[in-house]
């Protein structure tokens, strides 16, 4: 929802693969619709690419390192279905960062 929900959600929940969660939209739309201190909890990736969402979110969210997770995909899974990753954050921001964030969400 760009420019912002009111009030701004507690938590955010994205299960989308990494080359849409990281464009610049995606990350202001849902950060800007995440309350300061809610959680943002990004899933449908892979470790691998945890570096990138870390960096693309690096300004808005303070990562809660400890959440992070693998999916177990079970005997055999891991051959057919591979290895998936869970991230969460905290929102960290400014009243100027949220308006700035509200901005890019629709440009």
Do not use: F
């Not at 969402?53 to 995909?73: F, Q």
């Not at 591979?82 to 969460?88: I, K, Q, Y």
């Amino acid at each position: 929802v760009p420019g912002g929900l009111v009030p701004p959600a507690d938590v955010v929940v994205a299960n989308i693969l990494v080359g849409q969660l990281v464009r610049p939209s995606m990350v202001c739309s849902l950060c800007a619709n995440l309350a300061p201190g809610g959680l943002l909890c990004l899933s449908g990736v892979r470790p691998h690419e945890i570096g990138s969402l870390k960096e693309a979110y690096g300004t808005w969210v303070e990562w809660e390192d400890w959440m992070y997770a693998e999916a177990d995909p079970g005997v055999g899974g891991e051959a057919y279905w591979g290895t998936w990753a869970r991230l969460v954050g905290r929102r960290v921001a400014t009243p100027e960062q949220t308006a700035m964030l509200s901005e890019h969400a629709v440009s």
